[in-house]
């Protein structure tokens, strides 16, 4: 019985994808939705059903038992369900979501999908559902013509690319009788990088010219402190400078030589430890050189990132860590 109960609920669930692939898909597919006539869509919720149902069951009372009283509490009841559908089309009418951006994340972080809801009239009741994801879930009781912002982790944590699946608006206002709602599906993708694992940058740093000659030969370093850099969120608390931080009430972390190596390469072949151990390494130096601006080659097998520095670099990088796919047992 469990298994036939299942496989309803995976057909059934296949025929709304169907559905909505077939004819709503292009009305939703855009980073911004306005809810409107054609954008809305208003059904009695299970609380609602059951309401109709009973207002039904009174109605054909009352016809067999000519009870006037009993019809008129039907009539009644099936009015309300009527004022319910319309207050709840004229209270989500006009809302507007707007796609920010999402930021990715380090594995077993969750990515967080930014969006923007605003309108023209006070909204209430609504939620934002990620890809029908209670878990994947926020809820706002009033949402006016002052823009707000909402941030939404998605159910993601384990390394790699994801494609944002659709959104749902939705709203039970009024009475929890009706379900008003929309939907949101934007054409992009999220990444979640490898974990942070620590692992002695002069170790794994070389030049290009000694790479040539010698291949990942170790070019020693120091631990001399040079200057102070502003923190950001992939790198360790160890390094602020608290002093520092009393005086101007600013996150500084302490810089290094020992980062300052040029033109370093990053090999994974010379990373130690099983494949998921090895990204995580790549990822702690990718991170590192950016933050200290050392110019740096990823070379993993059968890609090879060439030397640059800069956001966009290590943005094509941890890309490509996220992505990689290789035998976890290595």
Known sequence: MPAKKSKRVSLFTS???????KFLKNKHLKNSITLEHNTIYVL?????????IVAILNFVMGINYQNNLILVMSYLMFVVIVLAVFMGYSNAKGLTVTFDK???????????LKLSLQSNSICQSVSITYNNELKAHTHYDTISNKSISSSLPLPYENRGSYELQRIKISSNYPFGLVSVWSYLQIQTKTYVYPAHEYVLSDAHISSQDEYAQNGMAKKSGTEEFENLLIHQPEMGLNRISWKHYAKTKQLLVKDFVDFKTTNALFDFNLMTGATEQRLSQLCYLVCEATEHNTPFMLKLPNTVININTGQAHKQQCLESLSTFAGDNND
């Open 102 to 112: 999402v930021l990715p994340s380090f594995s077993p972080q969750k990515p967080i």
């Open 44 to 52: 009695p919720s299970s609380l609602g059903w059951y309401f109709v």
């Open 15 to 21: 025929f709304k994808r169907i559905i909505f692939e």
